[in-house]
């Protein structure tokens, strides 16, 4: 099956710590985003890579960190500078960048602080 | 600017009934307009996407209407049934870079 698989599912941070989070997509699309979702507000997006070796900060990059050196992996890392890391983050990929291709979604992983 | 407003934050509707969601925005650049459906615990998935050339796009049940000069989109969701039961997000995007902006979500419950 093509899709997107986001793995853990459930993850606790201690204080400072980063912890790394997983995205894999096996659609071959160029472009992938990890969106960060809290209760009563919209996806926000937090980074976006186009193509491989290249990544953009979205709108709330800060406390945050990516790589995309696979077409088909790209993690996001929760560093310890990230104050308020409790949220539900979604991964998501898309053919290319144009903005008339769907965005198709992972599952998402929960991120919560112990 | 960058803002993508949706109303209301919660709707409850009878089975059958018709379920609307509207959502109005100001960046007049926008010209990519996706409405996503997401379950609790998953991921929103694409229901159906509208371009500001038209003014309507129905797919089944669903329909988007939309209104250019007033910068509004509406999700109409006909004959409402209780699997529809989920959260629903309006997002825009501009300018040929798929960076969409998403509401802040309906809560949909469709009551027997």
């Known amino acids: 099956d093509g899709g997107i698989t986001q793995s853990p599912k459930y993850l606790f941070r201690k204080e400072g710590q980063n912890v790394t989070l997983s995205c894999e997509q096996n659609?071959?699309?160029?472009?992938m985003y990890w969106y960060r979702q809290d209760p009563g507000q919209g996806l926000r997006l937090i980074y976006y890579s186009q193509i491989v070796n290249d990544f953009q900060k979205g709108d709330i990059a800060e406390g945050y960190s990516v790589s995309r050196e696979k077409k088909e992996s790209f993690p996001l890392t929760v560093t310890s500078a990230q104050k308020n890391p409790t949220a539900f983050y979604l991964c998501?990929?898309?053919?290319?960048?144009?903005?008339?291709?769907?965005?198709?979604f992972g599952d998402g992983t929960r991120l919560s602080i112990l | 600017q960058q803002q993508v407003k949706q109303s209301p934050q919660s709707l409850i509707v009878q089975k059958g009934g018709i379920s609307i969601i509207n959502c109005a925005y100001e960046n007049t650049a926008f010209d990519y307009f996706p409405w996503y459906q997401q379950f609790p615990g998953k991921g929103p998935a694409l229901l159906i996407a509208?371009?500001?050339?038209?003014s309507e796009k129905k797919e089944g049940r669903f329909t988007i209407s939309f209104n250019k000069s007033a910068k509004q989109f509406s999700l109409h969701i006909m004959d409402s049934q209780p699997g529809d039961s989920a959260t629903y997000f309006c997002?825009?995007?501009?300018?040929?870079?798929?960076?969409?902006?998403f509401g802040a979500g309906t809560r949909l419950a469709v009551h027997p």
């Open positions: 659609l071959n699309h160029d472009a």
């Open positions: 509208i371009r500001p050339d038209v």
């Open positions: 997002a825009a995007s501009k300018g040929g870079y798929n960076k969409l902006i």
């Open positions: 998501a990929s898309s053919i290319d960048s144009n903005s008339n291709q769907p965005q198709h």
